[in-house]
């Protein structure tokens, strides 16, 4: 899953690279020509430019760490059971909810 969060930033990141947008922002403006988005981008070019570099940053940096950064380590919870205690736990358990009896001196035998 870190793999592939990794990579989708990665590549996304890439592609909203400012460099780019002199080809592709023309583009997307005459794809998107007639609707309120086409009206947006092609009005507020500069916002674009803005948001374009700032995602390009944060998604390499974020790809970058994600791709490249540390594993993480096992923990003792992992070895057992997402559910269960850990194997070391020096904690009881009662097996059953119900509260113990106590043996006293005035109960007969039988």
Known sequence: MRRIGGVALTV???LACPCHLIITLPLLISLLAGT?????LSHNTSIVYIGAGIYFVVALALGAFLL???KRGKREMDTTCPTC???NSQTHVPDSSAPPVPHTSTQTRR
Not at 36 to 40: E, I, N, R, T
């Open 12 to 14: 996304t990141g890439f």
């Open 36 to 40: 309120a988005l086409g009206s947006f």
């Open 68 to 70: 490249l950064g540390s």
């Open 85 to 87: 205690a850990p194997s």
